[in-house]
């Protein structure tokens, strides 16, 4: 059923007892009062009680929001918000029915049907968000980048900053007998993928997976590892890695404690680039449907709620809270608010660092999906080759626009979105080269794609 916001009109008669030394009757005032109430009919909801995972991370923020504004309990559903310590744990907790629902990387569930890691029949009806990662360095890496990097009259470096400026760093490192080391967080997040594409565009190898070499370091010019997110600044002040690809506010982060500098946002990787995904077991989706609709109604208001910018000083300070993000506010306002600091002092405006709403980035489209499949076959995480029917069967599978259109035709019934927000499209974004190579990306031809590469799996 759909919620209505409705202009009521109501008598409000108040009392009032006028007393003097006499004794004077009562007289009643009568006032006529316009509010604005929020009436509102869930749907049948099967699951009322909920409770769903995240990793402390700026990208988190739909949920966070969708639960301080009350958008889950205009839908019937009072859900717990819950940290979790590390991506396999979110995985395994989802999985294992311990959690309704998760904040996830978009590659989880995607490898989970797809046959690399641990195998389960996911869903996400719902894209949290666009953007919102950098790859920082460690200042000593930095010192010895600077050299090798075009700057403007001012002296200023000139953004994007490619790898080609991280090569000789790497070879000196490595004439010194000392492997470069680069912290991302999952084997299969979109950060393993972003700093794999932005090394391997400029011609240095980031590593083959095989069946023997899970950590996918084959050929590998640089050694990747896993790092939890919120670990990543003390491992780089440590030494243990020289450079991480995070989400904020662990890029953020290195630069208030002066031990690292970002040099590249995945914006300039691959402009406006999906990022993470709101994820729920097949099984639970089939169990309550309803309550999966509503759930992806709250969680698209909560997306449209965040890009608006006279919103963002106040999520920044809910996503600064203790069970959220935790972080301070000058670190989560450093990008939630439209600006972006990369070496300390150069703070440079950049409006689309973080997009929970516009360009369609609620939608989940088959094409964001596939591109993580290419990758994982380009990197050896599907180890042989598939057919081109295969990406797109796949997907389907996984990313669920069905669901998402249910609940956005509600919203627009309700008059909470307008009809013009939802994406007229069969789940494929065009072809483009918004990619920081300049390559190609055609959804509908992943094999092609994936041979266009100089570094990585070829397929026939």
């Given at each position: 059923?759909?919620?209505?916001?409705?202009?009521?009109?109501?008598?409000?008669?108040?009392?009032?007892?006028?007393f003097?030394?006499g004794?004077?009757?009562?007289?009643?005032?009568?006032?006529?009062?316009?509010?604005?109430?929020?009436?509102?009919?869930?749907?049948e909801?099967e699951?009322?009680?909920?409770a769903?995972?995240?990793?402390?991370?700026?990208?988190?923020?739909?949920?966070?929001?969708?639960?301080?504004?009350?958008?889950f309990?205009?839908?019937?559903?009072?859900?717990?918000?819950e940290?979790?310590?590390?991506w396999?744990?979110?995985?395994?907790?989802?999985?294992?029915?311990?959690?309704d629902?998760?904040?996830?990387?978009?590659g989880?569930?995607?490898?989970?049907?797809?046959?690399?890691?641990?195998?389960?029949?996911l869903?996400?009806?719902?894209?949290m968000d666009l953007?919102g990662?950098?790859i920082?360095?460690s200042?000593?890496v930095?010192?010895?980048?600077?050299?090798?990097v075009?700057?403007?009259?001012?002296?200023?470096?000139?953004?994007?900053?490619?790898?080609?400026?991280?090569?000789p760093?790497?070879?000196?490192?490595?004439?010194?007998?000392?492997?470069?080391?680069?912290?991302?967080?999952f084997?299969?997040?979109?950060?393993?993928?972003?700093?794999?594409?932005?090394?391997?565009?400029?011609?240095?190898?980031?590593?083959?997976?095989t069946?023997?070499?899970?950590?996918?370091q084959?050929?590998a010019?640089?050694?990747?590892?896993v790092t939890?997110?919120?670990?990543?600044?003390a491992?780089?002040?440590?030494?243990?890695?020289?450079?991480?690809?995070?989400?904020e506010?662990?890029?953020?982060?290195?630069?208030?404690?002066?031990?690292?500098?970002?040099?590249?946002t995945?914006?300039?990787?691959?402009?406006?680039?999906?990022e993470?995904?709101?994820?729920?077991?097949e099984?639970?989706?089939?169990?309550?449907?309803?309550?999966?609709?509503?759930?992806t109604?709250?969680?698209?208001?909560?997306?449209?709620?965040?890009?608006?910018p006279e919103?963002?000083?106040?999520?920044?300070?809910?996503?600064?809270?203790?069970?959220?993000?935790?972080?301070?506010?000058?670190?989560?306002?450093?990008?939630?608010t439209?600006?972006?600091?990369?070496?300390?002092?150069?703070?440079r405006?950049?409006?689309?660092?973080?997009?929970f709403?516009?360009?369609?980035?609620?939608?989940?489209?088959?094409?964001?999906?596939?591109w993580?499949?290419?990758?994982?076959?380009?990197w050896?995480?599907?180890?042989?080759?598939?057919?081109?029917?295969?990406?797109?069967?796949?997907i389907?599978?996984?990313?669920r626009?069905?669901?998402?259109?249910?609940?956005?035709a509600?919203?627009?019934?309700?008059?909470?979105?307008p009809?013009?927000?939802?994406?007229?499209?069969?789940?494929?974004?065009?072809?483009?080269?918004?990619?920081?190579d300049?390559t190609?990306?055609?959804?509908?031809?992943?094999?092609?794609?994936?041979n266009?590469?100089?570094?990585g799996?070829?397929?026939?």
């Amino acid at each position: 059923m759909n919620s209505l916001l409705k202009k009521s009109t109501y008598i409000l008669s108040l009392a009032a007892v006028l007393f003097a030394c006499g004794g004077k009757d009562e007289k009643k005032v009568t006032k006529t009062v316009e509010t604005e109430t929020l009436k509102t009919k869930p749907l049948e909801i099967e699951k009322p009680q909920l409770a769903f995972g995240f990793i402390k991370l700026t990208d988190m923020a739909p949920l966070a929001i969708a639960k301080e504004k009350g958008f889950f309990e205009d839908e019937g559903l009072f859900v717990s918000v819950e940290a979790q310590s590390n991506w396999k744990n979110v995985l395994d907790r989802v999985i294992d029915g311990q959690l309704d629902g998760s904040h996830m990387l978009a590659g989880q569930p995607i490898a989970a049907g797809a046959g690399f890691g641990r195998q389960a029949k996911l869903v996400t009806p719902f894209s949290m968000d666009l953007n919102g990662n950098g790859i920082t360095v460690s200042n000593d890496v930095w010192s010895k980048m600077k050299p090798h990097v075009p700057k403007d009259s001012d002296g200023k470096p000139i953004h994007p900053i490619k790898a080609e400026a991280l090569k000789p760093v790497i070879t000196e490192y490595k004439n010194s007998g000392k492997a470069f080391k680069m912290g991302m967080v999952f084997p299969v997040s979109t950060h393993n993928y972003e700093i794999r594409y932005w090394l391997a565009a400029a011609g240095i190898h980031p590593g083959m997976y095989t069946a023997d070499n899970v950590q996918g370091q084959i050929d590998a010019e640089v050694l990747l590892s896993v790092t939890p997110p919120p670990q990543m600044p003390a491992t780089l002040e440590a030494g243990t890695i020289f450079g991480y690809c995070v989400g904020e506010p662990w890029n953020q982060q290195a630069v208030f404690k002066g031990i690292g500098v970002p040099v590249v946002t995945n914006y300039d990787i691959w402009k406006n680039n999906p990022e993470k995904v709101f994820v729920m077991t097949e099984k639970f989706v089939q169990d309550n449907p309803n309550t999966a609709i509503a759930v992806t109604k709250a969680l698209i208001r909560a997306g449209k709620w965040l890009d608006k910018p006279e919103n963002r000083k106040e999520a920044v300070e809910i996503l600064s809270m203790s069970q959220y993000v935790g972080a301070p506010v000058e670190v989560l306002a450093n990008s939630m608010t439209g600006t972006f600091e990369f070496e300390k002092g150069d703070k440079r405006e950049m409006e689309d660092f973080n997009v929970f709403y516009k360009y369609n980035a609620t939608y989940p489209f088959y094409s964001d999906g596939i591109w993580f499949l290419t990758q994982m076959r380009r990197w050896g995480q599907i180890p042989e080759a598939k057919s081109a029917d295969w990406y797109g069967s796949t997907i389907k599978d996984i990313y669920r626009p069905d669901i998402w259109k249910k609940a956005a035709a509600l919203l627009v019934e309700e008059g909470n979105i307008p009809a013009t927000d939802l994406p007229e499209t069969d789940g494929y974004k065009p072809a483009t080269g918004d990619f920081i190579d300049g390559t190609i990306y055609d959804a509908k031809d992943p094999i092609g794609y994936i041979n266009s590469f100089s570094i990585g799996n070829k397929d026939k």
